[in-house]
């Protein structure tokens, strides 16, 4: 172990100094835990996977150790995953009875690395369907993933899903065990899981990466609104997803569409000093036009298929990210995809939230109002900022100043960012002072 | 010049292993914390496996380890002109970041 092996409560600089310190990439030992576990499993058989997951670990901290006190080596990945591999294969050979299939040379000194790009890939997206395996609840499939093929840490996981370490250290043994006990079963066949098995596993997989762009792009994290990173993984891994013929499916492609959709306006979400703008208030010439195509082009993709939630988000999106000023979007449109995305998924109050602000842009304030008296909101919605937020933003366009204060007043207590409390701080700032205050002007 | 030896004292068992980012982190400090002092520590020494082995009056036994409730996890070497200008390299050694451990700062006898 290293000087540094108890990772009690390690402060993390957000804006780190660690690239100028260290002269490695942001991120480095977390994506590289993510391909070494990847790697590993397609080589040495997923029922090793803790003796995996071990020795990767095990491989870091000795970069820890020795990178810290000596300096980088000249390719600090082909080292990790020397490293990784002897630790596993000097463990499997004292264990004695594994006779690993490497034995003859398998202490291998220089990896080729660079000629091997894409079957890493390709060992990424089948521990992506490794973990998304339909005989585990969705949560523990999400919490595998980002363990074992993002490289979080239990903590790290337990803050991003608002869960105890307890809670996700449990999900991951329970998990793990799981998935022991069906690779048991199924004898192997996990390696080279029949098409009609990864078939079944594709939604599964789709809603996993969909989550961690999620996770990224509305972090509730203070002061991170944006996490690009998190988005970046989630686009490569989407990207992964549909080059691949199991996943060259509409859904994926919708999928790929609605990241690149949201992707392409990340910059211009916030303002100079980082705060969140409105929609109508954003600069499109700050947006992502490269992103834009690729999204249209992979929405061209996806409207060869079926309709599917993903593909009615991304249309919505792709709206707004053709319509030329806000006032031009095609409100009518917009609507209409709400519509359908009602009809096709079930009736959803988000929807109708959604499709009640579409309208009031292109019916005014009261049409939105109207439309949302009509649904009765379920206890979380009710209680969710953005409900109060819609209706504070209503009120308040149609001269409703009290009870959009209120609301306004409400939705800010409940706001999860900053950047999003400012907003409604100006919001209220617009509805003037309380008809009942007698202090100050 | 004095050489002083740093022991890095830890809990034998943390509850949970650093993650990659926070290892990242870590490796950061250190080169930094290297760079900083880089006329003061002679040599970065290395960290320790959790487990050893103890020769006394010819047995041997397991470390003694399972039941301490610290143990040395690694070590460095810093040389200094005195004690004080000793604590000020170890005052901001990464280690002082992990609330359980400590630093114990012994002056070398350069025999």
């Known amino acids: 172990m290293a000087w540094g092996s108890n990772g009690a409560d390690i402060p993390v600089d957000d804006d780190d100094s660690s690239v100028a310190a260290s002269g490695l990439v942001d991120h480095f030992f977390r994506h590289e835990s993510g391909r070494l576990v990847a790697q590993l499993v397609r080589r040495f058989g997923a029922d090793r996977l803790e003796l995996i997951e071990d020795a990767v670990q095990s491989a870091l901290l000795s970069a820890l150790t020795s990178w810290g006190a000596r300096g980088l080596p000249d390719n600090p990945s082909a080292w990790l995953t020397r490293v990784a591999r002897n630790r596993l294969v000097d463990h499997l050979r004292r264990v004695g009875r594994e006779a690993p299939e490497v034995d003859a040379g398998a202490r291998v000194s220089a990896p080729a690395e660079g000629a091997f790009d894409d079957e890493i890939a390709d060992d990424e997206l089948r521990m992506l369907f490794v973990c998304c395996d339909p005989e585990l609840p969705a949560r523990a499939q999400l919490v595998l993933s980002l363990k074992l093929l993002c490289g979080f840490g239990t903590r790290e996981i337990a803050t991003r899903l608002f869960l105890s370490d307890d809670n996700v250290q449990k999900i991951l043994s329970r998990g793990r065990a799981r998935l022991r006990a069906l690779w048991a079963e199924r004898a192997g066949d996990w390696a080279d899981p029949a098409p009609a098995r990864l078939e079944r596993r594709l939604p599964a997989v789709q809603a996993v990466i969909y989550l961690l762009f999620n996770e990224g792009y509305s972090s509730q994290r203070e002061d991170q609104v944006i996490r690009r990173e998190l988005c970046a993984e989630a686009l490569r891994l989407g990207q992964l997803l549909v080059a691949h013929p199991i996943g060259d499916r509409s859904e994926s492609w919708a999928l790929l569409a609605l990241m690149h959709f949201h992707h392409a306006r990340i910059e211009s979400r916030t303002d100079a000093e980082g705060h969140l703008l409105l929609l109508s208030e954003q600069d499109r010439g700050r947006w992502d036009r490269e992103e834009i195509r690729r999204a249209l082009a992979a929405l061209a993709r996806a409207q060869q298929g079926r309709f599917s939630r993903y593909l009615g988000e991304a249309a919505i999106l792709a709206e707004h990210c053709v319509a030329p000023t806000f006032e031009q979007t095609r409100w009518s449109e917009i609507v209409d995809l709400y519509e359908l995305l009602e009809q096709h998924c079930g009736p959803s109050p988000l929807y109708t939230l959604n499709r009640a602000i579409a309208l009031a842009e292109w019916q005014g304030p009261e049409a939105g109002l109207t439309l949302l008296r009509t649904l009765t909101p379920p206890t979380w919605l009710a209680r969710y900022y953005l409900w109060d937020a819609t209706l504070g933003e209503l009120l308040l366009r149609t001269g409703q100043l009290d009870p959009a204060r209120r609301h306004l007043e409400r939705a800010l207590r409940a706001a999860p960012t900053r950047g999003e409390r400012r907003i409604f701080e100006r919001r209220l700032g617009e509805c003037g002072p309380r008809a009942t205050t007698t202090r100050g002007s | ?111």
């Not at chain 2, 990659?20 to 320790?48: I, N, R, T, Y």
């Not at chain 2, 070497?77 to 005052?91: C, D, F, P, T």
């Open chain 2, 1 to 111: 010049m004095t050489k002083y030896l740093f022991l890095y004292w830890n809990p034998p068992a943390p509850d949970q292993q650093p993650s990659p980012e926070e290892m990242q982190q870590m490796m950061a400090q250190w080169s930094g914390w290297k760079e900083k002092f880089a006329d003061k520590v002679a040599d970065m020494g290395d960290g320790l496996q959790h487990d050893g082995r103890v020769l006394k009056n010819g047995q041997v036994t397991d470390g003694p380890y399972a039941e301490a409730k610290e143990i040395i996890g690694g070590f460095s070497i810093i040389q200094a002109a005195s004690y004080e200008e000793a604590l000020e390299v170890a005052r901001e050694c990464p280690i002082t970041h992990m609330p359980e451990a400590s630093i114990e700062i012994r002056e070398m006898m350069g025999y």
